[in-house]
């Protein structure tokens, strides 16, 4: 059974940097791509930036590019989002997805998604 989970969430101050985590033992592997969101308070989920695990060809949401990076471990199981100079408007609880074509980080379409992960930045 896939499951995907995300970690790697907290408190932390306005600049400072975070790492989140989303994890699955099989499907990463096998799957094409690999997807982080995020759904702020009163707000809709919005897209951040998915991967493409076959060559790790990346796209990014035109607001997101800068402070967000993904990336895959060497074993394919775990995919990554690291987010810096964090903002208090970076408040929301983030989520990972898994298995879309194309691979884009659209809100809709995906086979697998995580439960979330939590991250609240202060001023």
């Known amino acids: 059974q896939v499951q995907l989970v995300e970690s790697g969430g907290g408190s932390v101050q306005a600049g400072g940097s975070l790492r989140l985590s989303c994890s699955d033992s099989?499907?990463?592997?096998?799957?094409?791509?690999v997807g982080w969101f995020r759904r702020s308070p009163g707000k809709e989920r919005e897209g951040i930036v998915s991967?493409?695990?076959?060559?790790?060809?990346?796209y990014y949401t035109d607001s997101e590019k800068g402070r967000f990076t993904i990336s895959l471990d060497n074993a394919k199981t775990t995919a990554y989002l690291q987010i810096d100079s964090l903002k208090p408007e970076d408040t929301a609880m983030y989520y990972c997805?898994?298995?879309?074509?194309?691979?884009?980080?659209?809100?809709?379409?995906?086979?697998?998604w995580g439960q979330g992960t939590q991250v609240t930045v202060s001023s």
């Open positions: 099989e499907y990463i592997y096998r799957t094409n791509c």
């Open positions: 991967i493409f695990t076959v060559d790790r060809t990346t």
């Open positions: 997805a898994a298995g879309r074509t194309p691979c884009r980080p659209l809100t809709w379409g995906w086979n697998y």
